[in-house]
Antibody, heavy 120, light 107 residues
Framework: EVQLVESGGDFVQPGGSLTLSCAAS????????MNWVRQAPGKGLEWVSY????????AYADSVKGRFTISRDVAKKLVYLQMSDLRAEDTAIYYC?????????????WGQGTLVTVSS | DIQMTQSPSSLSASVGDRVTITCRASQNIDTYLNWYQQRPGKVPKLLIYTASSLQSGVPSRFSGGGSGTHFSLTISGLQPEDFATYYCQQSYNTPPTFGGGTKVEIK
């Protein structure tokens, strides 16, 4: 069974840092790029970042570029999102989602999400 | 970035109704278009990929169509469990972008 389990969400003050983790199981990790997608309270879905299957290709949304860093540990089947200089607008549920490396490149499995709240 | 625009942003319908949601891309994305359903408090679920292919396990009352810049999601015979928010998403290039969502509510 495919599973993606996020952890690390917390309440943090503006300017603070946090690292999210996503543990993957039940599928061939190297066949998928891994993504973070977030959803602010009552809002829509916003793609945040992706890392390819080897960890060599990475991309970020403009809204987080320079503040967030994605990485993956292939051996442990883990994906991380290091977040720094957090702002109120980063408050959201953060979902880990996989995407097959070839067509169709859809998000076919999502984790349950982890909540990040940025507030003073 | 490719902008995805959904319409309407919300609609009210009754059980058994046929409902159509549209999604427009700001540039040609061929058929690299996916649809997701998100029930309240739940995780997004893939319904349709590459514009018209039904994801495994998704009921056949869901169908998708379109290519280029105009796409649609149709639910034929709305069921109580279909009341949810639906999102389109382009997978033509990076960043993958989502539409703003269409909330389907009970009339």
């Amino acid at each position: 069974e495919v599973q993606l389990v996020e952890s690390g969400g917390d309440f943090v003050q503006p300017g603070g840092s946090l690292t999210l983790s996503c543990a993957a199981s039940g599928f061939t990790f190297l066949n998928y790029e891994m993504n973070w997608v977030r959803q602010a309270p009552g809002k829509g879905l916003e793609w945040v970042s992706y890392i390819d299957e080897t960890g060599t290709a990475i991309a970020y949304a403009d809204s987080v570029k320079g503040r967030f860093t994605i990485s993956r540990d292939v051996a442990k089947k883990l994906v991380y999102l290091q977040m720094s200089d957090l702002r109120a607008e980063d408050t959201a549920i953060y979902y880990c989602a996989r995407r097959y490396i070839r067509t169709p490149r859809n998000f076919d499995y999502w984790g349950q999400g982890t909540l990040v709240t940025v507030s003073s | 970035d490719i902008q995805m625009t959904q319409s309407p942003s919300s609609l009210s319908a009754s059980v058994g109704d046929r409902v159509t949601i549209t999604c427009r891309a700001s540039q040609n994305i061929d058929t690299y278009l996916n649809w997701y359903q998100q029930r309240p408090g739940k995780v997004p679920k893939l319904l349709i990929y590459t514009a018209s292919s039904l994801q495994s396990g998704v009921p056949s009352r869901f169908s998708g169509g379109g290519s280029g810049t105009h796409f649609s999601l149709t639910i034929s015979g709305l069921q109580p469990e279909d009341f949810a928010t639906y999102y389109c998403q382009q997978s033509y290039n990076t960043p993958p972008t989502f539409g703003g969502g269409t909330k389907v509510e009970i009339k």
